[in-house]
């Protein structure tokens, strides 16, 4: 069953718990935690972990439509981009983007809660930042308001300047864009230390290693184009330095 029948459809049971399990429960109009025939404890986990990925992104970027007090049709089309929403789930999940928007609290009870649901797996949360800055930069640029908004949850999400740096770099597209801000490594870092961060980023952020983790596959390009910035970093970097 796709991420979307599970948070609304006949799977909506998965029990989740906290502000984002309140508010699906709002959305669905009943508690969200009965359902008929318990899953394995394995499947209620994995479901959870996707649900609250995926609400998370919904209402994080919701507030982050809100950061600098408009809501453009590039950001909402790209918003749809991001997870590629079916056709017949798109009155759903504008649903859970409304209510998100009208709920007058702040976001960090949400982001607070998917820190500690991932704490073991931050490079989730960091595609997690990544869907947000696809949606963000959708109307051409990543305005100010926009990029404090996205600090404070990276802050929030357990991630250091040093990390912050790293995934600013890679998602705010720039001409004079930095390859070796975008692996993390010093300008005058040796070429195994360069290679070696590489490796890592493209361990780490593997699809197939990301969706295992709880990223939902519906998610999966953003994943892929994560890959693909960090791929081209390196070729920059090969050239520059002329590595074999």
């Known amino acids: 069953m796709s991420v979307w029948g599970k948070i609304l459809g006949g799977a909506a049971g998965f029990a989740l718990g906290g502000p984002l399990g309140a508010l699906i429960g709002a959305v669905a109009g009943h508690a969200v935690d009965k359902m008929s025939g318990a899953p394995a404890a394995a499947e209620a986990a994995d479901a959870t972990k996707q649900i609250a990925f995926t609400i998370g992104v919904i209402v994080l970027g919701a507030k982050l439509a809100k950061a600098d007090g408009t809501v453009t049709r590039d950001e909402v089309d790209a918003f749809k981009q991001v997870f590629r929403i079916p056709p017949e789930e798109m009155k759903n999940v504008g649903r859970v983007f409304d209510q998100a928007r009208k709920n007058a609290g702040g976001f960090e009870p949400y982001a607070k809660q998917l820190a500690r649901m991932f704490a073991d797996n931050p490079a989730v949360l960091e595609e997690l930042l990544g869907g947000l800055f696809h949606i963000a930069r959708a109307d051409g640029t990543v305005s100010d308001d926009e990029l404090a908004y ?89 050239k520059l330095r002329g590595i074999t």
């Not at 004079?176 to 360069?194: E, K, N, Q, Y």
Request: proline share 4%; charged share 30%.
């Open 150 to 238: 996205l600090e404070n949850l990276a802050v929030l999400f357990g991630f250091d300047a040093q990390c912050w740096d790293r995934i600013r770099a890679a998602n705010v597209r720039l001409e004079d864009s930095d390859p070796f801000r975008i692996l993390g490594v010093d300008r005058d870092a040796d070429d195994a230390a360069i290679k070696a961060a590489h490796r890592k980023l493209v361990v780490e952020n593997h699809p197939d290693r990301l969706v295992a983790q709880g990223m939902p596959p519906e998610f999966v390009e953003v994943a892929n184009e994560k890959v693909a910035t960090i791929n081209a970093a390196y070729d920059e970097i090969r």
